[in-house]
């Protein structure tokens, strides 16, 4: 009945409307001995949207005299496609708790729309594509309760993506010219059940998501309304949250011999997917 119940969970996680996190989660309980070590390869494709408001400013340039106006904005982050290469490494702290670190590289696409007072599109940047860039974070597991082939657990992980400055252009202006640049945090917390067979581990359950980041805007367009035509430098500076903040994830873990292992994950919100992969050994 306990397999039954196990089989269900991990199921319905699967095909739940649900939630989306940047970074693999693995299975939420520990999975190092005491004193014990690993080294993990990962890999973590995403898409989700995201929020930025805050404030932007433009600058009549010379000869032009010089004026500043200032404005407060809201964006849409939209289609924002992330690719995560990290290594991580694991410790078992205490016989049902294990820590890790992860360090490695990251880079992202996306739109960056306006949102007007009326609801409706302002300034449309496209073709944000950052570069990789440095990525790093860090987390812990912990086992709450086993039973036969059953474990219940958590994880908690922090983790830092700063993709490099990507030129952008604006739809809507075809005399700006600019770039834009996306630094992000997130924190994921999550819990469920590992499923233990001969071979292989199945996992899945619900997780919390958390963003915060910055999404700065510089550039410089022409204004042609004027005689004769003034140019303005552009410079905004955003907050970024999330949209979504509650989620299910779910995946297994291979046993390929005594000391390594592969995985696959999916996660998912209401605005957001991801799939990740990797494999680990143990030593």
């Given at each position: 009945?306990?397999?039954?119940?196990a089989?269900i969970?991990?199921?319905?996680?699967?095909?739940?409307?649900?939630?989306?996190?940047?970074?693999?989660i693995?299975?939420?309980r520990?999975?190092?001995?005491?004193?014990q070590?690993?080294?993990?390869?990962?890999?973590?494709?995403?898409?989700?949207?995201?929020?930025a408001?805050?404030?932007?400013?433009?600058?009549?340039l010379?000869?032009?005299?010089?004026?500043?106006?200032?404005?407060?904005?809201?964006?849409?982050?939209?289609?924002?496609?992330t690719d995560?290469?990290m290594?991580?490494?694991?410790?078992g702290?205490?016989?049902n708790?294990?820590?890790?670190?992860?360090?490695?590289?990251?880079g992202?696409?996306?739109?960056?729309?306006?949102?007007?007072?009326?609801?409706s599109n302002?300034?449309?940047?496209?073709?944000?594509?950052?570069s990789?860039g440095?990525?790093?974070?860090?987390?812990?597991r912990?086992?709450f309760?086993?039973?036969?082939d059953?474990?219940?657990?958590?994880?908690f992980?922090?983790t830092?993506?700063?993709?490099?400055?990507?030129?952008?252009?604006?739809k809507?202006?075809?005399?700006?010219?600019?770039?834009?640049e996306?630094?992000y945090?997130?924190?994921?917390?999550?819990v469920?059940?590992?499923?233990?067979?001969?071979?292989i581990?199945?996992?899945g359950?619900?997780?919390?998501h958390?963003?915060?980041?910055?999404?700065?805007?510089?550039g410089?367009?022409?204004?042609?309304?004027?005689?004769p035509?003034?140019?303005?430098?552009?410079d905004?500076?955003?907050?970024i949250?999330?949209?979504?903040?509650?989620?299910?994830?779910?995946?297994a873990?291979?046993?390929?011999?005594n000391?390594?292992?592969m995985?696959?994950?999916?996660?998912?919100?209401?605005d957001?997917?991801?799939?990740?992969?990797?494999?680990?050994?143990k030593f």
């Open positions: 009945m306990k397999k039954e119940i089989l969970f991990f199921i319905s996680t699967i095909i739940a409307p649900a939630v989306f996190g940047l970074s693999p693995g299975p939420p520990s999975i190092m001995q005491e004193g070590s690993a080294f993990s390869l990962e890999y973590f494709n995403n898409e989700m949207d995201l929020q408001d805050g404030s932007a400013t433009e600058t009549t010379p000869p032009a005299p010089s004026q500043t106006f200032y404005f407060s904005k809201e964006y849409k982050i939209e289609d924002f496609q995560m290469f290594t991580r490494f694991d410790s702290i205490w016989e708790w294990d820590v890790f670190l992860r360090l490695g590289i990251s992202a696409e996306g739109d960056i729309t306006e949102k007007t007072a009326s609801g302002g300034d449309q940047f496209k073709d944000f594509d950052g990789l440095f990525a790093w974070g860090f987390g812990s912990v086992t309760y086993e039973e036969d059953i474990t219940w657990g958590g994880l992980q922090v830092w993506a700063n993709p490099d400055e990507s030129s952008i252009i604006d809507n202006d075809t005399n700006f010219s600019g770039n834009a996306i630094k945090w997130e924190v994921q917390l999550a469920g059940p590992t499923w233990e067979l001969e071979n581990r199945l996992y359950g619900p997780f919390l958390f963003v915060n980041g910055d999404l700065d805007i510089s410089s367009t022409l204004d042609t309304s004027t005689i035509a003034i140019t303005r430098a552009v905004a500076s955003h907050d949250k999330e949209e979504s903040q509650l989620g299910a994830f779910a995946g873990q291979w046993y390929l011999g000391n390594t292992s995985y696959s994950e999916l996660q998912f919100t209401g957001a997917w991801g799939i990740g992969l990797g494999t680990t050994w």
